[in-house]
């Protein structure tokens, strides 16, 4: 007897190779990339993506019976007390529980969101009860029930000082005992009783010394920008590039492009960039406890109602989510799990850089998507990190790809193209026949997978409880509040973004600024003096403290396309540990001064060190920053790089910064490390 045929899995490196080779003889005959995407296109195989985008219970990604088993055992935990471990498996539990992917409604849902809300009252976390107060009654908790949701909704309010909002949930109360299906008497003690709590709540409230006053709804964008110290916000916004400093001026030059350089002198700690990427990603192994939105950690993780792949912050979060990206990216994620494109963040960036406008958007700015500007930018008009412009128009090194690489861009455009048509991106259904906007939207796919090639930062946040020692090696066991002068916080990547202004920043292996990152909004922090017309200088993950000029130069030419010339590239520093400690045994040449006290130097240097030091101790995270900061002016007064102490201030400056900042993760200890 026959076996029936089993159906081979799809893969994508199969599924581009044979249109690879399908339309071999069509793009030898064009260059023109439209007429190429059409080529692509119009072959029955590139209709493949349909079958698994479409595989049967893949979406909407939910499992019932273990919401209700994570409920259940929420349930036990909160009635010992133990509401912590309770609001860990309500959040389990709301995060695979069903919902009607139309209506958004879900028993399971509901209910691990309304008893979320009791945990989190309890812990005193308010905010995050009446969020969960409003995705309990939205995904459609028992109406009779939704008496004791708008009553601890009241109380909330009060307890936050909010008495408008307080108010409000009382009406809403009060009218949904009226309909609560309990008897008349008992509807009528309720709303006594419950009027009589709100007086009382109000006026202890008041005596607590609770502010009484309304929060206004903030914008998702001035809410990330908030959570910025005023410290490091741009105190005199450049003129025309609204995310950059005054003291910055984008110049442009056939060697080496668009580059920036200091319009005025720049002092140390002064804040040269702060932008907000235009698109961003989450790094898949972080989304239980990252925003997939803003980028920021979340002790209170909304999921989203038809996947239990990604979380949100806050129902704005959410929101933003599901009316732009998610509600396509949400079809998707089974198919960029099998195909492997959740850890290829280039294909994630471009298909996002996409999904997050309509397609109607593109349509109507399309003449901003035709030829691309070198010199966008350096002239005088103003250069928005919101404006698709400024994406379109970065680096892409077009001219320089080989065919292969031309030819697979091609082919995933139009994947990426075939999943958008797949989840209704556009109002035509999928067909061998493309119409001029999916066309157009092909072509910006592709470009943006060139341009996003060479642009985009790691954001990144720290282990808290894990420092790197100063060999750059050795990991240290300790708080990143305590690292030694050398020492350095250990990083991990979270996610990755394109930051326009930023990407107009030209390499060094020698740079002057540090990057810090709050959530995804990025701040440049000046770490040493930058004289005016000075070159500003960003590291693309080569620096000369840690990498000798054999293996720097190699790594850039393969990842961004050139050969380093910058100072510490021609005059080949030494790494960190070969470089001098010394300011006695310094050559002449060092110093930029005929005649320096070398000995007042070396005692005033000491001195820092030693206030730094018992700053550190102290806990005083502001003035172990001012020390490092005031170290960098008196060194470089004085002296030329290389020298340990440049390096040394520059990992001091961002370990101080990074403190202030909420990314910050605690590093798992392994059962290795635990036997040693």
């Known amino acids: 007897m026959c076996e029936p045929d089993v159906e081979e899995a799809f893969s994508l490196r199969s599924y581009i190779q044979e249109l690879g080779r399908l339309c071999k003889e069509d793009f030898d005959s064009s260059d023109d990339i439209d007429a190429r995407i059409r080529a692509v296109c119009s072959k029955e195989k590139s209709l493949?993506?349909?079958?698994?985008?479409?595989?049967?219970?893949?979406?909407?990604?939910?499992?019932?019976?273990?919401?209700?088993?994570?409920?259940?055992?929420?349930?036990?935990?909160?009635?010992?007390?133990?509401?912590?471990?309770?609001?860990?498996?309500?959040?389990?539990?709301?995060?695979?529980?069903?919902?009607?992917?139309?209506?958004?409604?879900?028993?399971?849902?509901?209910?691990?969101?309304a008893n979320r809300s009791a945990a989190f009252y309890q812990t005193k976390q308010y905010k995050q009860a009446i969020e969960d107060i409003e995705i309990a009654i939205t995904a459609g908790y028992p109406k009779n029930g939704h008496y004791k949701l708008y009553i601890r909704q009241c109380k909330c309010e009060l307890e936050l000082g909010r008495i408008g909002r307080a108010q409000t949930a009382f009406d809403l109360a009060a009218e949904a005992i009226e309909w609560s299906g309990l008897k008349k008497d008992v509807r009528s003690d309720?709303?006594?009783?419950?009027?009589?709590?709100?007086?009382?709540?109000?006026?202890?409230?008041?005596?607590?010394?609770?502010?009484?006053?309304?929060?206004?709804?903030?914008?998702?964008?001035?809410?990330?920008?908030?959570?910025?110290?005023?410290?490091?916000?741009?105190?005199?916004?450049?003129?025309?590039?609204?995310?950059?400093?005054?003291?910055?001026k984008v110049k442009f030059d056939q060697h080496v492009g668009r580059h920036v350089v200091a319009a005025r002198s720049i002092s140390p700690g002064e804040v040269v960039f702060v932008e907000r990427p235009i698109v961003s990603t989450m790094c898949d192994e972080h989304f239980e406890n990252i925003c997939i939105v803003c980028l920021r950690y979340t002790t209170a993780p909304l999921?989203?109602?038809?996947?239990?792949?990604?979380?949100?912050?806050?129902?704005?979060?959410?929101?933003?989510?599901?009316?732009?990206?998610?509600?396509?990216?949400?079809?998707?994620?089974?198919?960029?799990?099998?195909?492997?494109?959740?850890?290829?963040?280039?294909?994630?960036?471009?298909?996002?850089?996409?999904?997050?406008?309509?397609?109607?958007y593109f349509l109507d700015?399309?003449?901003?998507?035709?030829?691309?500007?070198?010199?966008?930018?350096?002239?005088?008009?103003?250069?928005?990190?919101?404006?698709?412009?400024?994406?379109?128009?970065?680096?892409?090194?077009?001219?320089?790809?080989?065919?292969?690489?031309?030819?697979?861009?091609?082919?995933?455009?139009?994947?990426?193209?075939?999943?958008?048509?797949?989840?209704?991106?556009?109002?035509?259904?999928?067909?061998?026949?493309?119409?001029?906007?999916?066309?157009?939207?092909?072509?910006?796919?592709?470009?943006?997978?060139?341009?996003?090639?060479?642009?985009?930062?790691?954001?990144?946040?720290?282990?808290?409880?894990?420092?790197?020692?100063?060999?750059?090696?050795?990991?240290?066991?300790?708080?990143?509040?305590?690292?030694?002068?050398?020492?350095?916080?250990?990083?991990?990547r979270i996610g990755g973004g394109v930051y326009p202004t930023m990407a107009l920043v030209n390499h060094s292996c020698d740079p002057n600024f540090v990057l810090v990152f709050w959530g995804r909004i990025a701040v440049a922090i000046a770490s040493r003096t930058i004289a005016e017309g000075e070159e500003i200088n960003d590291n693309y993950?080569?620096?000369?403290?840690?990498?000798?000029?054999?293996?720097?130069?190699?790594?850039?030419?393969?990842?961004?396309?050139?050969?380093?010339?910058?100072?510490?590239?021609?005059?080949?520093?030494?790494?960190?540990?070969?470089?001098?400690?010394?300011?006695?045994?310094?050559?002449?040449?060092?110093?930029?001064?005929?005649?320096?006290?070398?000995?007042?130097?070396?005692?005033?240097?000491?001195?820092?060190?030693?206030?730094?030091k018992s700053n550190v101790l102290k806990g005083s995270i502001k003035d172990t920053y001012e020390g490092y900061l005031k170290w960098s002016e008196l060194i470089d007064e004085l002296v030329y790089p290389p020298h340990q102490d440049f390096i040394n201030i520059r990992k001091g400056i961002r370990n101080s910064v990074y403190q202030l900042s909420p990314n910050k993760c605690r590093a798992r200890e392994t059962k290795e490390e635990d036997e040693r």
């Open 303 to 360: 999921p989203c109602p038809t996947c239990s792949d990604v979380n949100f912050c806050s129902l704005s979060c959410q929101k933003e989510a599901l009316n732009s990206f998610h509600k396509y990216e949400c079809r998707l994620t089974h198919v960029f799990h099998q195909t492997g494109i959740k850890n290829l963040p280039l294909l994630l960036l471009a298909f996002r850089a996409v999904c997050q406008k309509p397609a109607q």
């Open 541 to 612: 993950g080569a620096n000369y403290a840690s990498m000798p000029l054999q293996e720097r130069r190699p790594f850039l030419e393969k990842s961004h396309w050139f050969t380093c010339s910058c100072r510490a590239c021609k005059n080949n520093f030494p790494e960190y540990l070969r470089c001098s400690k010394d300011y006695k045994k310094l050559p002449g040449t060092a110093f930029k001064y005929k005649r320096v006290d070398r000995q007042k130097l070396n005692r005033d240097v000491e001195s820092l060190k030693k206030e730094i």
């Open 190 to 248: 309720l709303t006594v009783n419950l009027q009589e709590a709100f007086i009382n709540l109000a006026k202890q409230a008041e005596l607590d010394g609770v502010r009484l006053e309304e929060e206004p709804e903030t914008p998702l964008k001035d809410r990330e920008f908030q959570q910025v110290p005023p410290d490091f916000e741009l105190l005199d916004p450049h003129p025309t590039l609204p995310a950059a400093s005054s003291a910055i």
């Open 365 to 492: 700015n399309q003449e901003k998507f035709s030829n691309p500007t070198p010199k966008f930018g350096a002239d005088q008009e103003v250069y928005d990190s919101e404006d698709y412009s400024t994406l379109f128009n970065l680096c892409t090194h077009t001219e320089r790809r080989e065919d292969y690489d031309k030819t697979t861009k091609t082919i995933f455009a139009c994947f990426l193209l075939r999943c958008l048509q797949e989840v209704g991106y556009f109002p035509t259904s999928p067909g061998l026949q493309l119409t001029d906007l999916e066309v157009l939207i092909a072509r910006l796919l592709r470009h943006f997978l060139e341009c996003i090639q060479f642009n985009t930062h790691t954001i990144e946040s720290i282990y808290e409880n894990r420092v790197v020692g100063w060999d750059a090696e050795t990991r240290l066991w300790k708080s990143s509040t305590r690292c030694n002068i050398g020492d350095s916080v250990e990083t991990v």
């Open 48 to 113: 493949d993506v349909g079958k698994l985008v479409h595989e049967e219970g893949a979406w909407p990604r939910k499992e019932e019976e273990l919401s209700r088993t994570n409920r259940e055992d929420g349930n036990a935990a909160y009635n010992e007390g133990r509401f912590d471990m309770a609001i860990l498996l309500y959040t389990e539990a709301m995060r695979y529980a069903p919902c009607n992917p139309v209506l958004m409604e879900g028993e399971a849902l509901a209910t691990a969101a």
